[in-house]
């Protein structure tokens, strides 16, 4: 199972303010997501990056930016908080491979309110 | 359009029961199916999953059954327990090179009583 680590765990902020949401896991896995999470939602997918110098966009159209400059760290960027962008974000990371490797393990998410 | 659907937002069973959740699907290209459980305030966790070559496995208290024809799967926990009380949500990837894209369902809360 991947270790896989979120700071910080809540965050209040004002709008306007640019955030970064951090995300690192320690099981050296290549592939790495961005979900976001209403309550009583689904999870959508907003980032996804397969390795170093690689990202791409999701299925959920979102404001956020990421990076992927090394293997274990996968920071979300929020240039200007809105109070729209008020959710929960989950990263998760898998092998690279296929197939069993499709198996995602989460980190514990950041609760953001934009105010 | 949900390619994944829950349709039983919540689920309520007596200790030592058998808690039984459900999954459908639309997208015939799925074919490796997850189930995850979910705390408040926390991120999902791995539970157990299944391949489309499959329709049933394993693990301890917990079976996944795969029903392709009905496109339906459905989660066994037995018996169970009240720290299975939790949010479980089912999620679906199709074989698209190597993408590992997870289309996840809006989840069934689970209480489990004493």
């Known amino acids: 199972e991947a270790d896989i680590y979120q700071t910080p765990r809540y965050l209040v902020i004002g709008t306007g303010k640019k955030i970064t949401l951090e995300c690192s896991q320690t099981?050296?896995?290549?592939?790495m997501y961005w979900y976001q999470q209403d309550p009583g939602m689904e999870l959508h997918l907003i980032h996804y990056?397969?390795?170093?110098?690689?990202?791409e966009k999701g299925d959920l159209s979102s404001e956020s930016t990421v990076s992927r400059i090394r293997t274990e760290h996968f920071p979300l960027t929020l240039e200007s908080a809105r109070p729209s962008h008020t959710s929960q974000y989950l990263c998760?990371?898998?092998?690279?491979?296929?197939?069993?490797?499709?198996?995602?393990?989460f980190g514990p998410g950041t609760r953001l309110t934009v105010l | 359009d949900q390619q994944v659907k829950q349709n039983s937002p919540s689920l309520s069973v007596q200790e030592g029961r058998i808690s039984i959740l459900n999954c459908d699907y639309t997208n015939s290209m799925f074919d490796y199916f997850l189930w995850y459980k979910k705390y408040p305030a926390e991120g999902p966790t791995f539970l157990i999953s299944i391949s489309s070559i499959k329709d049933k496995n394993e693990d301890g208290r917990f079976t996944v059954f795969l029903n392709k024809s009905a496109k339906h799967l459905s989660l066994h926990i037995v018996p169970s327990q009240p720290g299975d009380s939790a949010v479980y949500f089912c999620a679906a990837s199709a074989r698209t090179g190597t993408a590992s894209k997870l289309t996840f369902g809006t989840g069934t809360r689970l209480q489990v009583t004493l």
């Open positions: 099981m050296g896995h290549d592939k």
């Open positions: 998760a990371s898998s092998e690279a491979g296929f197939r069993t490797t499709d198996t995602q393990y």
């Open positions: 990056s397969y390795g170093v110098n690689s990202t």
